[in-house]
């Protein structure tokens, strides 16, 4: 599962109980059970605005137990540290932010290239192939070497094997041939949008161009 589906994932689920809690907070606090007229569970906290989110007895249920205190620090430690964790999992890059380039012929030169001037370079020559609309590419860390992942956006009726003919011969074979790669693994990811209605002949001229994201 890639970091996007990870992030999107969480994100939800915090979102989806972040909203359940809010809403039955609203409820309690506004007295909507009793201007709806329904009877909430008898055992419930958040049944009027007179009533607390926890009682007496819910607060200090376990407060003299020699192991409450430990877990919930434990317990809110790890919140804290997870939280940490994914932030800084946010702010890093999933691949490297320089490559090293080959320098035949010449000893003891080191040349770096900026990832993005890569990614940059290949979508440049992604967007430029027949039928296509929309281009994103990054270099990611791979086992051995790095590895393009490219996602492109073809407009209707476009045929995703000439495409990905045309990204293995000229973009991906570009980008391994100027990092001086044996091998460069890319993955190819095509989605082929819809059609759209017919547009007059100057709607057509002022068309958006194919652009990179």
């Not at 970091?3 to 506004?30: E, I, P, Q």
């Not at 890319?186 to 990179?212: D, F, S």
């Amino acid at each position: 599962m890639s970091r996007t589906a990870v992030n999107r994932l969480l994100l939800g689920v915090v979102g989806a109980v972040l909203l359940v809690v809010g809403l039955l907070v609203l409820l309690g606090g506004l007295d909507l059970y009793r201007r709806l007229g329904v009877d909430p569970p008898s055992r419930w906290p958040l049944a009027s605005p007179d009533r607390p989110v926890l009682g007496v007895r819910a607060r200090t249920r376990w407060a003299d137990r020699s192991w409450w205190w430990p877990v919930v620090i434990g317990g809110l430690s790890l919140v804290v540290l997870g939280t940490g964790w994914w932030l800084l999992a946010q702010l890093r890059r999933s691949g490297p932010a320089t490559v090293l380039l080959p320098t035949p012929g010449v000893s003891g030169l080191r040349l770096r290239l900026r990832t993005r001037a890569l990614e940059e370079a290949v979508e440049s020559g992604a967007v430029t192939l027949p039928e296509v609309e929309r281009v994103g590419v990054r270099l990611v860390r791979g086992r051995r070497h790095p590895r393009l992942r490219a996602a492109v956006r073809m407009t209707p009726g476009g045929d995703p094997a000439a495409l990905a003919e045309h990204f293995e011969t000229g973009p991906r074979t570009g980008a391994r041939a100027s990092l001086g790669l044996p091998e460069l693994p890319a993955e190819l990811r095509i989605r082929v949008v819809a059609a759209r209605p017919e547009v007059t002949g100057r709607q057509h001229r002022r068309g958006k161009r194919p652009r990179v994201v």
